[in-house]
């Protein structure tokens, strides 16, 4: 890559290549710091339930989110999405997103309104940058032990039942992927959940992670580990899916995003 003399920083030349890729770099580490926090923030106090929520992109900065937002009377809205593509311009794709949700989420009252006002919001950008978003959206309600749920062509959150230790896909909800059309509206649906149930919401990356033979992770070996670590806090429970990926793929390079999100039922109130 060429890289001209005449190119200039806050009024100052950058006076040859190693300098401007220092500047890149530095860049970079911001975005990444600035993604970090946006990503790693305060969970908040939820009612009911232990939530745990983390992130590895496969690159120094990514494109996969989640999100919480309270509710007040103890309920929490819960999001999880995936940006197209990887890096820098899915990171900043990223960015609009969680302010699409976090704007939605002053005024909708539901996750299905929550996605068709985010989708309204944002199908004009994304569609001129011919990208797209898929996303999950759901509210926990501490109060009736309900969660309800809507997707935006994302795939389904995985839930463990405690009592019968199965694992099952929540019903599916009709919903295309945010950037398609700019008037859809989502449906969404509710399930009763129980104590010590598990829901696991993911991106792609986690049952796609590949091992050094082009095999890979997929969703049996996902299940297989919920049930494995069910038992553990949410936060450890994370940790350990992770930690099995990376078993699994034996050290090759990751390839895409991994996100989940991981929501445990205490006591019932």
Known sequence: MYFSENIYLYGRPLANKPDMEKWLEREIQLAKNIQTKLLNGSVP???????????????????DYYDFYPLGNGKVRIVIGDVMGKGIPAAMLMILTR?????????????????TAMNKALCQDLRS??????????????HTNVLTYASAGHMMPLLLKSKERKVVELPKTLGIMVGA???????????????????LFYTDGIIEAENRKKEQF???????????????PAH???????????TFTEGAMQKDDMTMVIVKIHQET
């Open 45 to 63: 106090d939820v009612k009911g339930a232990e939530v745990k929520g983390l992130s590895i992109p496969a690159r120094l900065i990514g494109g």
């Open 99 to 115: 302010g699409a949700f976090r704007s939605a989420s002053e005024s909708s009252k539901s996750p299905s309104q929550t996605l």
């Open 129 to 142: 940058l011919k990208s797209f978003v898929t996303l999950v959206c759901a509210d926990w309600d501490p």
């Open 181 to 199: 059309f700019p008037e859809y509206v989502y449906e969404e649906k509710e399930i009763a959940l129980e104590t010590d149930d598990v829901v």
């Open 218 to 232: 997929q969703r049996d070996r996902l299940i297989r580990a919920l049930l494995k670590y069910a038992s553990c």
């Open 236 to 246: 450890q429970a994370g940790q350990r899916v992770i930690e099995d990926i990376y």
